[in-house]
């Protein structure tokens, strides 16, 4: 027996200094991937700028660096995350996945409520 979907949520966490949410965690995640903030840019479809704008203001958000990054040059750069960073992702995907799990039985009836 198959079971319906239950629907997804968007988490939006805002905190003092500015908002934590899908996009900036995907970005993060991408650096982590790719080694550079112009690789997660380029995967994710937006500018090195963006990319580094938002990076700029998850760092100035926390009041720690969340990326550590190597100038480029003719070797190329780099990108990691630091611990700060690691700790921002993994706090945010636990909140998620515990809402996901507390909002599922409304998400279902929701869900089923809705128009095939």
């Not at 079971?3 to 970005?27: C, E, F, W």
């Not at 990076?55 to 780099?78: C, E, I, T, Y």
Request: no cysteine.
């Amino acid at each position: 027996m198959s079971q319906a979907p239950t629907g997804l949520l968007s988490l939006r966490i805002d905190l003092p200094g500015g908002r934590i949410g899908p996009g900036k965690i995907n970005l993060l995640e991408a650096i982590e991937r790719e080694g550079s903030i112009s690789g997660a840019g380029r995967a994710l479809g937006m500018s090195y700028k963006r990319a580094w704008d938002l990076v700029d203001a998850l760092n100035k958000q926390l009041g720690a660096p969340v990326v550590a990054a190597s100038p480029g040059g003719a070797r190329g750069g780099g990108a990691t995350l630091t611990e700060a960073g690691r700790k921002l992702v993994a706090d945010y995907r636990a909140i998620e996945r515990a809402a996901q799990r507390a909002a599922g039985p409304r998400l279902a009836a929701l869900m089923r409520r809705m128009a095939p």
